[in-house]
């Protein structure tokens, strides 16, 4: 799989276009600022542990998600998107003092999954209003966080090999493979 292959497939994905894909394909700029705190980098953690998590297969902390995503956020966003990426993470932990009364590296599994589905509901919608409206308005934080997060995990060694089905060697091409329920990609 290469990366316009992987674009389009987390578009496919999150319903969205990958905010910063353009900086993606032509290099990424160097900021030389660390905006993200460790505090930050550990949230960024459980949100995509929540929504790719450790079962039979590794899941986003093995990945080490949250730093790819901050180091992404940070060299790759404008400021414009990297306010609207940090100010989701009060925007997230504010969502979860309002619905548990804790902040959501508090919550529970169950807890983290019930909000962050709620959350996406209201992304997608969101952004379908934005496509519907013909308007270019900013992306909605939690669309920036799943996209991070897919493209984090799946571009990780642990993602790339252990959850695709990788094959470092190709052998001969095959136009039409069966495939079989519950199988994993391919990737190469």
Known sequence: MNRRELIKTITALT????IGADLFFTGC???NKNIFTEYDISFLDEVAETIIPKTNTPGAKDAETGKFMALYATDCYDETNQKVFIDGIAALNKAAEKKYNTGFISLNATQKQKLL?????EAKKYENQNVSDNESKM???FTLMKQLALMGFFTSKPGFTQV???????GKYEGCIEYKKGETSWTW
């Open 139 to 141: 992306a909605h934080y």
């Open 29 to 31: 700029k160097v900021l």
């Open 15 to 18: 319903g969205a276009s990958v």
């Open 164 to 170: 695709l089905r990788y094959n470092p060697i190709p």
């Open 117 to 121: 589905t709620e959350i996406d509901s």
